[in-house]
């Protein structure tokens, strides 16, 4: 079993910044790709931000340049530092860690970006 749980979320002003962290437990490989999506009211969940365990990432254009993506393979745990924060970032964040054994998603945490 894989248990993923996420934290960081909350509500921020417009051109603020918050970080998500996500971490993964049980029985993880070292191969694997761990990212962040959103689904926002009444739209479908869309990635945000990938990244490789061996450090490559991809990111969503409408995050490019706000977003970082990074992650500490010791502690299966990644995270998503957002920057100029807009309210159409306002959704909830799920994390996702994908590998040998299958997807796992954690419960997700709101973001909420006031204007």
């Known amino acids: 079993q894989v248990q993923v749980v996420e934290s960081g979320g909350g509500l921020v002003q417009a051109g603020g910044s918050l970080r998500l962290s996500c971490a993964a437990s049980g029985e993880i490989f070292s191969i694997n790709v761990m990212g962040w999506y959103r689904q926002a009211p009444g739209k479908q969940r869309e990635l945000v931000a990938v990244?490789?365990?061996?450090?490559?990432?991809n990111y969503a254009d409408s995050v490019k340049g706000r977003f970082t993506i990074s992650r500490d393979n010791a502690k299966n745990t990644v995270y998503l530092q957002m920057n100029s924060l807009k309210p159409e970032d306002t959704a909830v964040y799920y994390c996702n860690i994908l590998q040998r054994l299958g997807s796992y998603w954690g419960q997700g945490t709101q973001v909420t970006v006031s204007s």
């Open positions: 990244i490789t365990s061996s450090g490559g990432t």
